[in-house]
């Protein structure tokens, strides 16, 4: 069966068991909240509904209910390769269903298809100054597009029905996932190398044509695949697919709301930690190892440096987990494996940092989580395969945050959620209920 076929029974078989739990549940509590969440960011309150990913403190991200390593052993594989295609990965988070070979390579053909970004898009983003961030390039890119929505189209049709909603979305949201790694591609080719724009290769699977398409070695095509799966989904709490959720939730098209879930990718507390820590690494190398080797006593006190001038150390800590994520030691295992790359001197200094920096933090006393996070391991990775433009570095996540961000609006939609509308209190009110405890 098409994806989109076997998306559709699931939406309609899922759909009695969110209806059932709104009408005969709809009253049982399952959180309480307190001041300290109410000023401090919503922390752990349990308010959102996902089924493509969830993520456990302590255990990190499950993809469909399935672990890292038990989602890359799962998926079909590109043609000689050890990892799976974005394309089969994509067929997974949508339906929760591991597709066979040939689901596989349907999606790989009609993302072939829909992978053509107009010209206006490529026009949009090269009237912007050259040196606009990558990221500001991204999300007019995607900005754009919204010219042509499906969904947008369907709402204006006059014909909108609630049931049906979901196949736009999903039509824009495969658009969207086929069509940001070419518009990434576009941006790096045009802010770093002249403008010098390679063509779609019309045999390869996504990771494959996005390595070629920025000029990259036959090995890089696994790194954008992993990279692109690794960062796709990280339950729907976080900045970004948070904010997509949002914006979506009053209809807005998947185009709108991508772009606004970009711009918090963009934040240096989120996405943009991946640039920040190879700007800290390169800094230390530059200010400490001019002529001799790091040791984790320099390394101690360049981290002691940051958090003294009021900073954080890029890429570690998180909201929720609690230990190493295991997006992280992913990563650090791919670099482990390669050759070249584990004896390459500045993933040494990132494990000399991995080493040193959880002790440091712990006796800073100030971070709930001491551990490294997905951004800590994946700029060396970029920089040993000579993607040294480390300002791009989060469009990379961004490419990746769309799977996920794609399949959680595609079934919210399915699933008909509410507009979203938290209530606010004000600070008087809070201090009123604090003294009547
Ligand atoms: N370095 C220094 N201080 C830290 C760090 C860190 N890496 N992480 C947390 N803290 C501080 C934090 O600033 C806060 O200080 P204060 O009380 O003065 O406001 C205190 O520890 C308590 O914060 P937490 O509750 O542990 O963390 P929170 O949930 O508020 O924030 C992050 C989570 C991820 C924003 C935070 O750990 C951080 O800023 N990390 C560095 C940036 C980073 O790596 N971000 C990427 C996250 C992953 N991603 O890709 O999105
Ligand atoms: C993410 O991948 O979105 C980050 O780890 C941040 C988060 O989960 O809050």
């Known amino acids: 069966m098409a994806l989109k076929e076997t998306l559709k029974q699931k939406i309609e078989e899922f759909r009695p068991r969110t209806t059932r739990l709104v009408k005969e549940f709809g009253k049982v509590v399952i959180d309480q909240v307190t001041i300290d969440q109410c000023i401090g960011g919503a922390r752990d309150i349990r308010s959102l509904v996902t089924d493509i990913s969830y993520l456990d ?17 799962a998926l079909p594989k590109a043609p000689g ?11 997974f988070l949508l339906t929760g269903d591991v597709p066979t070979q040939a689901q596989v ?17 490529f026009d949009a983003i090269r009237a912007l100054p050259k040196d606009s961030h990558p990221m500001v390039m991204l999300s007019v890119g995607i900005l754009a597009l919204q010219k042509d929505s499906k969904f947008a189209g369907f709402y204006n049709s006059g014909k909108f029905n609630k049931m049906t909603a979901w196949e736009y979305v999903y039509e824009d949201a495969c658009d969207l996932v086929a069509r940001i790694p070419i ?15 390679i063509a779609i290769d019309q045999t390869a699977d996504c990771g494959a044509n996005f390595a070629r398409m920025i000029g990259q070695c036959k090995e890089y095509e696994d790194v954008a695949r992993m990279y692109f799966i690794l960062h796709s989904d990280h339950e729907s709490g976080n900045v970004s697919a948070h904010t997509t959720h949002l914006v ?31 700007d800290w690494t390169i800094k230390f190398q530059e200010k400490y190892c001019k002529d001799v080797e790091p040791t984790k ?27 190493t994520d295991p997006r992280y030691m992913s990563q650090r295992e791919f670099c482990l494996k390669t050759p070249g790359l584990k004896d390459d001197p500045l993933f040494k200094l990132v494990a000399m940092i991995f080493e040193t920096a959880p002790g440091v933090l712990m006796e800073h006393g100030k971070a709930k989580n001491p551990w490294p996070n997905v951004d800590a391991q994946s700029g060396v990775i970029q920089w040993y395969y000579g993607l040294r433009e480390w300002d791009f570095y989060t469009v990379l996540f961004g490419v990746g945050r769309a799977l996920g961000c794609m399949a959680n609006i595609t079934w919210d939609r399915g699933l008909g959620y509410a507009i979203e509308r938290p209530k606010s209190v004000t600070t008087a009110m809070l201090e009123k209920w604090a003294e009547e405890g």
């Open 297 to 323: 006593e320099l390394v101690t006190k360049a981290l002691w440096d940051t958090l003294n001038a009021g900073q954080v150390v890029p890429g570690y800590g998180h909201a929720v987990l609690r230990k």
């Open 57 to 73: 403190p302590q255990e990190g991200i499950r993809f469909r209910g399935k672990t890292i390593p038990e989602t890359f052993a």
């Open 183 to 197: 518009i990434a591609a576009f941006i790096y080719n045009l802010k770093y190398k002249g403008d010098k724009q």
């Open 105 to 121: 390579d349907e999606v790989v053909a009609e993302w072939k298809v829909r992978q053509a970004v107009p010209q206006y898009v």
């Open 81 to 91: 390769s050890d990892y799976p295609t974005v394309e089969s990965f994509w067929y």
């Open 248 to 278: 979506h939730s009053a209809l807005s098209d998947p185009y709108y709301s991508y772009s606004a879930g970009l711009n918090g990718l963009a934040g240096p507390l989120h996405g943009l930690a991946n640039q920040e820590v190879l």
